[in-house]
Structures are given as structure tokens and as C-alpha cells.
């Protein structure tokens, strides 16, 4: 069936540091890709989402690109903040009743 | 304005108890979900109402009991606990079926001694 992965986190990395969190995916067809965040004590919010090949989703100076080659999804972001410490899902929409997939979550801190 | 809200955050109980969720959410939509987060952070749908139908009902005990008196709320009432149940859960909603955009509580702690 489909699945999602992603790395194990914490990732623990320093303010203005260089962020990329690995989401690697496997489906039939061409699903959707989501990223999802929560930060501490709240539910989880979208982030960005890409619904096709190629496709880039952005969101509060967060990347990622649908890449079907790779089957990945991988989360970046140029320089981190404190305010991003959270833990971030990625998810895939499919399987049966096109409900959504999701990964394990990673846990990111940034130090200031 | 909390838009989607759940109540209680922590819910602390004995085996064989029986015990309420409640989900409220103040955005308009017609569909509402309960996930099941494990110990291991990994999201699981359990349930999927649309104006009040079920239309999503994954292999779940039938202890657990989601019940929609309007569109607006999803409760979720789970009898004779386990061990086993021990674990985050989540309301969510959407405007849509089609899991495009969700919307999450802040989740319920659930630890069942």
C-alpha cells in the first residue's frame, strides 16, 4: 500500500542554519503531497502542498519539489528561525478513499 | 477563536472505564475526522463524517463510537478502555471530502492505567 517516510528525528540544528528534512514516498498513480506543522501544544496546520510532478509548494520561506523520479518530497528552508522549532509531517494523499497518508513526523529544534 | 477545539487535553483513566471526546470547530465545514496518533507519532484516521454521515470508518474497535449531532461537532466516545488506547487523539475538519486542506485540534491525551 502507500506509505510515506521520513528522517527520524530530533533534528537539532543553530539559528540561520540551512534546513532540510527528507520525505521520500511510495504510491500508485500520482498522489498529492502535503507538508504539515505543529507546533508545541497546537494541531497540525498545513505547511505547503505540491499536486503534481515538478511542482513547487511554498510557505513561510519553506520549500519543497514534487519529484516523481525520486519519489520524494523533501522539506528546505534557507535559514531557520527559533519560531520553527516544531515537529513537521509529511503526508501523501491516496489509498483508498484518497484519505491522506502520513509520515512519522520530525522533531526540529533550532538553538539560538 | 479557537477554530477547531477539542476538549479535555488530558484525560487520565482506569481500565474498563468509558470516556468522552469532544470536538467542536467554528470554521463552516462539512467534513470532520478523528486520528489516532501512537506512540511512535504515526497519524492513523479513524473516522470521517460529512454533514453528519459517516463516510470514512476505518478498522477500529467498535468500543470506539463517533457520534455528529451536527456538522459542526464530532464526539467520540470510547467504552470499556485498554491499555491499548493509550495514545494522542486529534478532531479534525475540512471544507471538503477530498482531504485537501485539514484543519487539527490540538489533540487529547489519553493514558489509560
Known amino acids: 500500500g502507500d506509505s510515506v517516510t521520513q528522517m527520524e528525528g530530533p533534528v537539532t540544528l543553530s539559528e540561520e542554519a540551512f534546513l532540510t528534512i527528507n520525505c521520500t514516498y511510495t504510491a500508485t498513480g500520482y498522489p498529492s503531497l502535503f507538508w504539515y506543522v505543529q507546533y508545541p501544544g497546537e494541531g497540525l496546520q498545513l505547511l505547503l502542498k505540491a499536486t503534481k510532478a515538478d511542482d513547487k509548494g511554498s510557505n513561510k520561506g519553506f520549500e519543497a519539489t514534487y519529484r516523481k523520479e525520486t519519489t520524494s518530497f523533501h522539506l528546505e528552508k534557507g535559514s531557520v528561525q527559533v519560531s520553527d522549532s516544531a515537529v513537521y509531517f509529511c503526508?501523501?494523499?491516496?489509498?483508498?478513499?484518497?484519505?491522506?497518508?502520513w509520515g512519522a513526523g520530525t522533531k526540529l529544534i533550532i538553538k539560538p | 477563536d479557537t477554530a477547531v477545539s477539542q476538549t479535555p487535553k488530558y484525560l487520565v483513566t482506569q481500565m474498563g472505564n468509558d470516556k468522552s471526546i469532544k470536538c467542536e470547530q467554528n470554521?463552516?465545514?462539512?467534513?470532520m475526522y478523528w486520528y489516532k496518533q501512537d506512540s511512535k507519532k504515526f497519524l492513523k484516521i479513524m473516522f470521517s463524517y460529512n454533514n453528519k454521515e459517516l463516510i470514512i470508518n476505518e478498522t477500529v474497535p467498535n468500543r470506539f463510537s463517533p457520534k455528529s449531532p451536527d456538522k459542526a461537532h464530532l464526539n467520540l466516545h470510547i467504552n470499556s478502555l485498554e491499555l491499548g488506547d493509550s495514545a494522542v487523539y486529534f478532531c479534525?475538519?475540512?471544507?471538503?471530502?477530498?482531504?485537501?486542506?485539514?484543519?487539527f485540534g490540538s489533540g487529547t491525551q489519553l493514558s489509560v492505567l
Open positions: 503526508a501523501l494523499r491516496g489509498g483508498s478513499n484518497y484519505q491522506l497518508i
Open positions: 470554521l463552516g465545514h462539512d467534513t
Open positions: 479534525a475538519s475540512s471544507s471538503g471530502q477530498g482531504f485537501e486542506k485539514l484543519f
